[in-house]
């Protein structure tokens, strides 16, 4: 078992960033990779960004690119979203979640391939 407890939500305006910040506490030695998600009311839950835990490597949706990067401290079991140039489209619940496998060419944005969630941050842009 792994828990995730997901911080950093809020309201910021157009243009603003935020730092959303998920810890993970438990089985922490099955993760393998870490992962971002949101969901807008009356939407599909889509991804946002993913991250190897060794090594590192990234992965961002194209609707993040250049605006979002995600990050992790090992030592801290902690993975990051930085998000800037917020817009208005970006509100939504932020959660973050470990995936099951790296196997295969999209484990990535595969919902279907994350198994433990955090309860999610409310992030809202608006003036």
């Known amino acids: 078992q792994v828990q995730l407890v997901e911080s950093g939500g809020g309201l910021v305006q157009p243009g603003g960033s935020l730092r959303l910040s998920c810890a993970a506490s438990g089985s922490i030695f099955s993760i393998n990779a870490m992962g971002w998600f949101r969901q807008a009311p009356g939407k599909e839950r889509e991804f946002v960004a993913a991250i190897r835990w060794s090594g590192g490597r990234t992965y961002i949706a194209d609707s993040a690119k250049g605006r979002f990067t995600i990050s992790r401290d090992s030592a801290k079991n902690t993975v990051y979203l930085q998000m800037n140039s917020l817009k208005p489209e970006d509100t939504a619940v932020y959660y973050c979640?470990?995936?099951?496998?790296?196997?295969?060419?999209?484990?990535?944005?595969?919902?279907?391939?994350?198994?433990?969630w955090g309860q999610g941050t409310q992030v809202t842009v608006s003036s």
């Open positions: 979640a470990t995936v099951k496998t790296t196997y295969g060419s999209s484990w990535y944005s595969n919902i279907g391939n994350y198994n433990y």
